[in-house]
T-cell receptor, first 114, second 113 residues
Framework: GAVVSQHPSRVICKSGTSVKIECRSLDFQATTMFWYRQFPKQSLMLMATSNEGSKATYEQGVEKDKFLINHASLTLSTLTVTSAHPEDSSFYIC??????????FGSGTRLTVV | AQSVTQLDSQVPVFEEAPVELRCNYSSSVSVYLFWYVQYPNQGLQLLLKYLSGSTLVKSINGFEAEFNKSQTSFHLRKPSVHISDTAEYFCAVSGRDFNKFYFGSGTKLNVKP
């Protein structure tokens, strides 16, 4: 079946540094990918919609300058958390829209900012 | 806008016992409903979905969910659970355009021997 590979699965970074998370569709092309964030004991919250070849669409309250999204090809979307702070520590997960076949999710990235 | 409530954050149950994971949603428009499962260190996998037609939908591994419009619920049930069903289960709702998913906070099912 269709697979979305998300890397890294875990990352620890120092406060003030930037972290890049990759989301790849391995056996299909994804014109649209979605980025979610989940805080402990809370729902997965949609952060932004990533569209291949165009600017991402951010949900209300999500800082676009802090969470940079790039969708340069039909199989790769990246999320860069810039100048990370401890409050950015969370579980980030991507998904790809496969049209009528539904959505496929990556395995997630646990980000810890120290 | 839509929202999803999963009241039970954790559900412990013994093997071969029945289980019900509750999900309620709110929406001002017609929606599609989903249950996703996340096994440890893996991505979310679609378990079952309701799009239209029969309000009772079933998965290949014995789970079923019933769409109840009057109660705005989509509870997940299994008559006899296995150890391998231990995972976190997420209920989700989407508008008819599929553009956005709204997830519940998840329910951790812990099946004990």
């Amino acid at each position: 079946g269709a697979v979305v590979s998300q890397h890294p699965s875990r990352v620890i970074c120092k406060s003030g540094t930037s972290v890049k998370i990759e989301c790849r569709s391995l056996d299909f092309q994804a014109t649209t990918m979605f980025w979610y964030r989940q805080f402990p004991k809370q729902s997965l919250m949609l952060m932004a919609t990533s569209n291949e070849g165009s600017k991402a669409t951010y949900e209300q309250g999500v800082e676009k300058d802090k969470f940079l999204i790039n969708h340069a090809s039909l199989t790769l979307s990246t999320l860069t958390v810039t100048s990370a702070h401890p409050e950015d520590s969370s579980f980030y997960i991507c998904s790809a829209n496969r049209g009528l076949y539904g959505y496929t999710f990556g395995s997630g990235t646990r980000l810890t900012v120290v | 806008a839509q929202s999803v409530t999963q009241l039970d954050s954790q559900v412990p149950v013994f093997e071969e016992a029945p289980v019900e994971l509750r999900c309620n949603y709110s929406s001002s428009v017609s929606v599609y409903l989903f249950w996703y499962v996340q096994y440890p260190n893996q991505g979310l996998q679609l378990l079952l979905k309701y799009l239209s037609g029969s309000t009772l939908v079933k998965s290949i591994n014995g789970f079923e969910a019933e769409f109840n419009k009057s109660q705005t619920s989509f509870h997940l049930r299994k008559p006899s659970v296995h150890i391998s069903d231990t995972a976190e289960y997420f209920c989700a709702v989407s508008g008819r355009d599929f553009n956005k998913f709204y997830f519940g906070s998840g329910t951790k099912l812990n099946v004990k021997p």
